[in-house]
């Protein structure tokens, strides 16, 4: 539950998804549900895990965006950029996770190069 108050209380991942995921999971309740531990002086996250909670961000922010769309939009093509740059956000954090091997600092590392 609070995991979920967490990752209600993020701004969207588009905006900046390297420092919101930092952020995120920076946090104990996330590092717990991701499985974050140390071996040899390296920190692991579970893949699993890793891909249900960007999956669940990325259905947040989606969700946020079609509700805050006005009925009568005065740019037609408002929602769908903003739905597809919720999508690009998704993309780029499933990149970084594939090049990690699991590292949480190869992960955040592969962010900020949008990997």
Not at 33 to 41: H, I, K, M
Request: charged share 20%; proline share 5%; glycine share 4%.
């Amino acid at each position: 539950l609070a995991l979920l108050r967490r990752l209600l209380s993020l701004e969207g991942l588009p905006d900046a998804p390297a420092a919101r995921a930092r952020s995120l999971f920076a946090d104990a309740e996330t590092q717990q549900f991701l499985g974050v531990n140390r071996f040899d002086e390296v920190l692991w996250y579970n893949a699993e895990a890793f891909t249900d909670l960007i999956n669940l961000l990325a259905l947040r922010d989606m969700l946020a965006q079609i509700a805050a769309a006005p009925a009568a939009p005065a740019d037609p093509r408002a929602l769908p950029k903003a739905i597809t740059a919720c999508h690009a956000a998704l993309l780029a954090l499933r990149q970084a996770h594939a090049a990690a091997g699991y590292q949480m600092e190869a992960l955040f590392e592969g962010m900020r190069r949008g990997a």
